[in-house]
């Protein structure tokens, strides 16, 4: 997966199914805060205030050319049939500044939302517009397994190319020693859990070496774990990233473009498999009718290694879907 710099066309932003990213715009911004709620009473000296476990999504888009096209920004703005109202319900949304790439990363979050829309005219000029956006709720940060770059016209799957969250950016977790009771210890909270993969490299002296894969056996405390491979023999450093998790994720889905062609619904569903070979579903998605729409799902439990996705059209026809879809682990 390529890492680094990143410009102005790796911007996307999608709402319900919406393309937000605005006509030449200039800058885009987005902020991601939890909310504090204030909780000093009488007698208190100082103000208090506690985390009430929301976060809220900001974004801002300035400078952008004003523009009626349909499924864009103004249309999604006008509060015609159809469009986005502030605050009328939930929504999900999705924004990625790495371009929109199998791989790549995103921010998502479903909750509240608001907007407010300014349209700037001046003489001379053509129509400028700014736009913000609020949307309270959990942020996850997770990865592209299709784009909508490549609409699908029958059904169609990415396992060809999967993506693999040993290769996903993450952080390396360091590794301080292995020992004979096929103990792992690390200098920093690891964050595994009992089942989960990882997959070890720069480990030396271990007998036999421990450079793969692995699955964790146990977790005796934050910074320990063990592993069922029998080391006879201790080595010392090297570090770990994930592979297959076994807290849950979010499954995501945005719609920007449906047609049917006959068909009674799209139905995708977020595959993933242990050996990158045989894939299973994960989570299916509702089955999609409208033109255009967004959806997020939880996941319990065991998310695999390698994830993919797969469309599915219900019926007969000819049919056309643009889209969106992504997961993110816990």
Known sequence: MAQGKYGSPSWWFLVAGFNMLANKLQDLR????????????????WQE??????????????????DTTAGNVHDAMSAQPGGLGPQS??????????????????????????HEYEVLGSVGKLQRANVGYKVSGQIDEGVILHTTT???????????????N????????????????????CPVPHGLTVGDTVLISGHAGSTPSINSEQTVATVPSTTTFTVATDITVGGTGG???????????????????????????ALVTIRHSVNNSTFVDLVAMTSATAARGAERKTVAGEVRRY????????????????????????
């Open 30 to 45: 987005y902020k991601v805060t939890s909310l504090l709620e204030q909780t000093d009473g009488g007698g208190d000296s």
């Open 49 to 66: 205030h506690t985390p009430t476990g929301v976060a809220m999504l900001e974004v801002s888009q300035d400078g952008a050319y004003f």
């Open 89 to 114: 319900a939930a929504r999900v949304a999705t924004l990625g500044y790495e371009g929109m790439a199998i791989g790549s990363r995103f921010i998502g979050v479903q909750g509240a939302y608001n």
């Open 150 to 164: 490549a609409p699908e016209t029958a059904d169609a799957n990415t396992e060809a190319s999967s993506v693999d």
């Open 166 to 185: 040993t290769t996903v950016p993450q952080r390396a977790i360091p590794i301080t020693s292995s020992s004979v009771a096929d103990l792992i210890t």
């Open 239 to 265: 570090s770990f990233v994930r592979g297959e998790t076994n807290q849950g994720g979010v499954a995501y889905l945005e719609w920007t473009n449906l047609t049917l062609g006959g068909h009674s619904g």
């Open 307 to 330: 994830t993919a996705q797969a469309v599915d059209f219900q019926g007969a026809g000819s049919p056309s879907m643009t889209y969106l879809a992504g997961v993110a682990r816990n």
